[in-house]
């Protein structure tokens, strides 16, 4: 992960209840349009691999497009089996147009 906040994507690339795999140097993560608020989260389900990407966005809740498991994008909290672990939220901050994901606190 980069020591400091890196260009992820911009606004125009995420509408509001959609997400979307990104790379950033050579990791992933899934950045998440929910209601206008960006998240980003790692990219595979803590349970099994499965892109998060790929889940469908519940209002602040992301399931895992495998097995179901549901996730808190704003604390990435595991609410449901199968998942017990919680994924890494990792801070977001827009500057002018551009998305940009910093290192988890």
């Keep these: 992960m980069p020591e400091d906040f890196v260009k992820a994507a911009e606004i125009g690339d995420l509408a509001p209840g959609e997400t979307k ?4 140097e050579d990791e992933y993560f899934t950045l998440v349009n929910s209601d206008g608020t960006y998240h980003a989260l790692d990219a595979e ?5 499965a892109l998060m990407s790929y889940g469908q966005l519940h209002g602040d809740e992301l399931m895992c497009p495998l097995h ?3 996730f808190d994008v704003k604390t990435g909290d595991a609410l449901s089996a199968p998942a017990t672990k919680p994924l890494t939220v990792y801070p977001v ?4 147009n551009d998305i940009l994901i910093g290192p988890p606190d």
């Design 68 to 70: 179901g498991a549901m």
């Design 93 to 96: 901050k827009i500057e002018g």
């Design 21 to 24: 795999l990104v790379r950033i």
């Design 45 to 49: 389900c803590s349970h099994a691999f």
